[in-house]
């Protein structure tokens, strides 16, 4: 197994293995990435062949701290230079023009790159071995199947990815379970482009008014594609005051749903799989990839889901959950 506790020895360990060139899958504060020298374009290259990710789709480049920004960016919008002020390290990437050496593998051929400084310890102890060892960013996505459920915990990480990365390091589950926040920057004004662990007050705070939403002209993101973060089996989410009476309707069929509930709390005879989740945001988000998870594990005929509250605390949650059910599909290879 290549699973290693996060220990100085280890963490060294990681950050040679990473200048030769190997990959190496770390926790963040929001979900495990699959980590590359992110100068390195055979390595960059090996995370696309190991997630199964289409070329055409950027990864972040992953940095010890703002200050290393000019080396990848060639202008920073004042603000970008603002978000990264208030918020790094920290759940938040920015998508800034892409300088002149930067490998096209890590942009997908756009001409930006997204960057952004993690708090995880554990994050910012590999950047700094990295850094001690002549490295300048380490190249990330999520560190699961393109397409997929997002990984939270290093175990998740192991039954995706195990055998294609040379080393994981365990930091325990992810402290807010969702990806960071990412933000874009044109003649406009700041644009967001996936909703993301950093909340838009916190944003619209800073940034003085809320950043306007992604539209036609925003660049691609495969966390923007309709169908991603999606369990095998279909997924479909249902609203709270019709939970129980989908349910029912499913057991009279004699079906076998699995159910993530949130307000609705489970009938007395209700056999299958039940997940109550936590009734917060931030509760649900740490939770939520492991119990997407559980539930594609049970093998139910379909997952049904308690649509949450409309408001924006429960907007990144909202978002995840309708890529979830547009993905899923009863494929099980
Ligand atoms: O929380 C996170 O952001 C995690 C951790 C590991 O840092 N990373 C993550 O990476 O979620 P990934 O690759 O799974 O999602 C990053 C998203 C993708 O949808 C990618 O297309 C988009 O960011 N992206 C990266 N660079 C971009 C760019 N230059 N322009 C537009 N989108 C970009
Ligand atoms: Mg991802």
Known sequence: MNLHAPTPESIERAADLLRRGELVAFPTETVYGLGADATNRDAVARIFAAKGRPADHPVIVHLAAADALPQWARAVP??????????????LTLILPRGPAVEGIVTGGQDSVGLRVPAHPVAQALLAAFARRGG?????????RFGRISPTTAAHVATDLGDA???????GACALGIESTIVAFDDDGPML?????????ALTR????????ADA???????????HYAPHTRTQLIAAASLLSEVRQRLERDEDPAVLARGVARPGDFAGTWIGAPSDPPGYAHELYANLRRLDAARADEILIEALPNDDAWLALRDRLARAAAGSDDDRD
């Open 78 to 91: 004042d603000a970008a230079r603002r978000l990264a002020a208030a918020f790094w390290p920290g759940p």
């Open 136 to 144: 300048a960013g380490i190249a990330a996505p999520s560190a699961n």
């Open 165 to 171: 990365v040379a080393m994981i390091l365990d930091g």
């Open 193 to 201: 482009l996936r909703p993301g662990s950093l909340g838009i007050d």
């Open 206 to 213: 800073v940034l003085g008014r809320a950043p306007r939403s």
């Open 217 to 227: 002209s925003a660049p691609r993101a495969s966390g923007t594609l309709t169908a």
